[in-house]
């Protein structure tokens, strides 16, 4: 498949992204679709006709179309771990009959929705009480990875529901972390939802853990019940904890980690936002799995979009992307999507084990615009490798505020101007006219106008949401999810593992037992055990 995507380098060498618009006014209308409140461009892409061909070409040899259909079937697309990945049947509609290995799931995704939506109308209406009587206030999400990083970004990206306590996110075990959570809460008032599949990750149970101790010094053992809920698939553990079965939320093991924002897992997010706006996120995202799944291939945005990447990388050898939200609350977007791109789709094996001739998930830098024009844009207007750019704003500010309103104008037109200026560049011929206009002498003009200098045709994409809600945001992820995925497809890797993680949790427990042991005995290399000697020598110096 290699010399493929090598004839497509060798179909765009030379070719300038802005002769592509020259040469065909109406190209920004038929590289842009609009779905679920969002309008997706990419036009700014080294596509035409020809290469729209052979992207779909791609996808049909690797059985895209097949892959697809399994996944939506409910089939064992994780073949690592033997399961489903179906987490489409969370955010589905509810007359179709989603299925897992031929067993319908739809009833019980149901049950646990409607289950998440009593619990928070309860909190809502300050009918969850702590073991003083004392209605609940703070809200404590404990979790990591996709327990952690989901809920936090909608929490921060969207507004709470009227009657929504106050909400708190822990999730490392630096105690710094705990220290100034725990510190500003009344223990009376707070409930602690701890989010963990197994119900054994590590960070997850330690905070767990020195949370219960916190309740249970202030309120007595008998408190926790009270103060806790559980989401996790092990309810044995659960009970064990102290955690009562009404507070027991569930999921399932064919909803991975990174793909439970959907499911109990967003409990807190839920908790935040009020049930209606959270199914509104359901919706968005449901709409976004409609159109994967039914749309025409060229006018199919996470097909495309994930062909258009894979050509960034596999033809063009580009191995960064940016994610770049004009909207301080979407802060935590990149955050989020670093964990769906990088832990899904970085790998460096097939499937059947073959190794890979090109890097796989691009690594993906983040930020929010204009605070990333000051940051890391100088890299991409000028650095010696092109990376591709996803520019995500809403058209709409949310407020009626006439100074909001110019604001966001101003906004807007900064991430148009980014986009623009990186697909055009400034060539030094007009940099030299520009200098000489402004009176600079010849020498000077010489030793800065390579230094002006901006390649331009450097791709992007533009996706606009109507307003920043429940919906669009919705339909938003569930669009990088699918993107993912197509890219996974054309890899012949597995998106839905993630093994990588695996070994330093290993090697951590390890490293726990030495750092608590006088001696440097263990595997590892020397720096190692004298690192280890050295961190003991400062405890016993802090201690003396």
Known sequence: MQEKWDALRRHWE????????????DRAKRHCVEVAGLRIDWSRQFLDSTTQQQLLALAGECGFGAQRQALFQGEVVNASEGRAALHMALRGPAN???????SSVSLAVEAELAHMEAFVAAVHAGQVKGATGAPIRDVVNIGIGGSHLGPEMLATALPAAKKAPRLHFLSNVDPAQSERILGSLDPAETLFIVVSKSFTSRETMINAGEA??????????????????AVSTNEDKVRAFGICA???????DWVGGRYSLWSSAGLAAAVHLGMPRFHELLDGAAAMDRHFESAP?????????????????????????????????????????????????????????????????????????TDAQHAFFQLLHQGPLPVPVDFIAAARSGSQNESATRRHQVLLANCLAQAQALAEGRSEAAVRQAMEQAGLDAATI???????????????????????CPQSLGALIALYEHRVFVQACLLGINPFDQMGVELGKQLAREMEKRLGAEGREGSGDSAVAETITWLQQQWREQTS
């Open 212 to 229: 219960r101790g916190w309740i249970a010094r202030a309120l007595g053992e008998t408190a926790v019940v009270d103060h806790f809920a």
């Open 246 to 252: 009404e507070r027991q939320f569930r999921f399932w």
């Open 96 to 102: 179709r009959d989603w299925r897992v290995a031929g």
């Open 14 to 25: 030379g070719a300038r992204l802005s002769e592509l618009f020259a040469r065909d006014p």
């Open 297 to 369: 291939d060229a006018e199919n945005a996470p097909l495309m979009m994930g062909l258009l990447d894979l050509q960034s990388i596999m033809a063009f050898g580009w191995p960064a992307w940016a994610v770049v939200p004009y909207a301080d609350s979407l802060r935590l977007l990149p955050d989020y999507f670093q964990q769906l791109v990088m832990e899904s789709n970085g790998k460096g094996v097939t499937q059947t084990g073959g190794a890979l001739i090109r890097q796989s998930g691009p690594l993906l830098l983040g930020g929010i615009g």
């Open 446 to 468: 010489k030793s800065l106008a390579p230094q002006k200098r901006f390649p331009g045709n450097r791709p992007s994409n533009l996706l606009l949401m109507r307003e920043l």
